[in-house]
């Protein structure tokens, strides 16, 4: 089979090997999309602080099922599926309360184990989870990335009925504005420096957006939400400025 393996920074090569022997709780999947993320970038510009080369890509993806392991009963061949790309210990003190993404001893597949850049990819069928057929391998592919706002919107208590705000419109917040509205938010107003992103955003239902280039942050909260400003603002960029904005702008309690 074909994989991708970036040996060193900027250089990805795409080699023949044999595909994957299953051990008896694995499950072996045809790889049919994967995401490009980020951090996936960052790992190409060779600055991603906690990948190191040689690293095999992909932690987000869309197969189907087409092997199992003896001891998997929970699948079936053709099954629709994407995977949980974080592997973990089970044991550690944040994995006994549920917060596996901090294990004392994390690994990601595509950034410290093998992603899923290549035909047919094993995986732990415990981190495997099946997706209704009426879901396209493209939609599944996006599920990784979703999952971010999903979980955003949870930490904050949920959006129903809510003024939301969220700063930063690349695909994480695109995405988390389309969960909030989704999810049952009264108005979400999105900003940006890009055009680009916000008619995106504005192609996916978004109800307002902001330049943050041409247009004042605090005029438009007062305009869109009246001096109480928003219930909840999501910062999804990541940078000191819009960060500031964020705490700057909230409303007290």
């Not at 596996?100 to 990819?121: N, P, R, W």
């Not at 389309?178 to 239902?205: E, H, P």
Request: hydrophobic content about 40%.
């Amino acid at each position: 089979m074909k994989q991708a393996i970036m040996e060193q920074k900027g250089e990805i090569l795409f080699r023949d090997i044999d595909i994957p022997k299953i051990m008896e709780g694995q499950v072996l999947i045809k790889v049919k999309r994967i995401g490009v993320c980020g951090s996936d970038i960052h790992v190409w510009h060779g600055m991603h602080p906690y990948t190191t080369f040689p690293v095999v890509q992909g932690h987000e993806m869309s197969g189907e099922i087409v092997d199992m392991g003896t001891k998997v009963s929970s699948f079936k061949k053709g099954d629709k599926v994407t995977i949980r790309p974080q592997i973990t210990c089970g044991t550690c003190y944040p994995c006994s309360i549920g917060d596996y993404h901090i294990c004392e001893s994390l690994k990601v597949m595509g950034f410290q184990d093998t992603g899923a850049a290549s035909e047919y990819f094993a995986c732990d069928s415990d981190l495997v989870y099946k997706i209704n057929d009426s879901v396209s391998f493209d939609q599944i592919a996006m599920i990784e990335p979703i999952s971010v706002g999903i979980h955003a919107i949870s930490r904050a208590g949920g959006v129903k009925d809510k003024n939301v705000v969220v700063l930063g419109a690349g695909t994480i917040g695109n995405l988390l504005a389309q969960c909030a509205k989704a999810m049952g938010a009264k108005k979400v107003l999105i900003t940006d420096l890009s055009d680009y992103r916000l008619d995106l955003a504005k192609k996916c239902n978004i109800d307002s957006v902001m330049n943050t280039k041409t247009d004042n942050f605090k005029d438009t909260l007062n305009k869109e939400f009246g001096t109480q400003n928003a219930d909840v603002i999501f910062e999804c960029v990541g940078v000191e400025s819009t960060i500031t904005d964020a705490i700057s702008f909230s409303r007290k309690g």
